[in-house]
């Protein structure tokens, strides 16, 4: 008898075990209704932009301000939350922007601006409009593995996620405003978005 009753609940909690992944499988999903995403170039790319005569300029309706880090004085674009939805346990979904930012080559006149970010989480990247087209490319990956993450009832922080240049967008860069100082993994700096719904 005791046996059998052993047997019995080493079966139970087999079962729990193996339907847990099957109840989780399916994602909570929330509507994005606003917020903001906060993008600071690293010191030293701002740096080696500028003295290369490129000059990035932040696009209405995004907001552009001088920032530090490090003690070393960079620049901060800040892009409001237009709409997408995210998905928990994963954590996943689409954060979609408005306003842009338009790379300028002071020493040809010539320019670039991607615009209206789609934040992909589930594809960890980012993609703009290219300016006057319907083209939308990838710009940067998203490392994940330096966020800090918060979930909250009606907004979700994520942190310190780092952005590493496309290859498509290095190309891109280059190609338009005739310069060399793009690479494909280039670290360009950090992005915090606060997604509120």
């Given at each position: ?30 509507h994005i209704k606003g917020g903001h995403t906060s993008v600071t170039v690293a010191p030293a790319i701002a740096k080696a932009l500028l003295s290369n005569g ?126 060399k100082v793009f690479s494909t993994g280039l670290t360009v700096g950090t992005a915090d978005t606060r997604p509120t719904f």
């Amino acid at each position: 008898m005791k046996r059998t009753v052993l047997i019995s609940a080493a079966s139970a909690v087999a079962a729990l075990v193996i339907a847990a992944p099957t109840a989780s499988a399916t994602p909570h999903t929330v509507h994005i209704k606003g917020g903001h995403t906060s993008v600071t170039v690293a010191p030293a790319i701002a740096k080696a932009l500028l003295s290369n005569g490129i000059v990035p300029i932040v696009t209405r309706p995004g907001k552009p301000s001088l920032t530090t880090v490090g003690d070393q004085p960079t620049l901060k674009a800040t892009y409001p939350v237009t709409g997408g939805s995210l998905t928990t346990s994963p954590l996943g979904g689409k954060i979609k922007h408005s306003g842009g930012l338009k790379f300028t080559n002071v020493f040809n006149g010539r320019s670039l601006e991607v615009k209206n970010f789609t934040v992909d989480l589930t594809k960890a990247r980012l993609t703009g409009l290219v300016a006057g087209t319907k083209t939308r490319v990838p710009v940067f990956k998203l490392d994940l593995s330096t966020a800090h993450v918060k979930l909250g009832k009606h907004r979700a922080d994520a942190t310190n996620v780092t952005l590493k240049l496309t290859k498509e967008a290095a190309g891109a860069l280059n190609t338009t405003l005739k310069t060399k100082v793009f690479s494909t993994g280039l670290t360009v700096g950090t992005a915090d978005t606060r997604p509120t719904f």
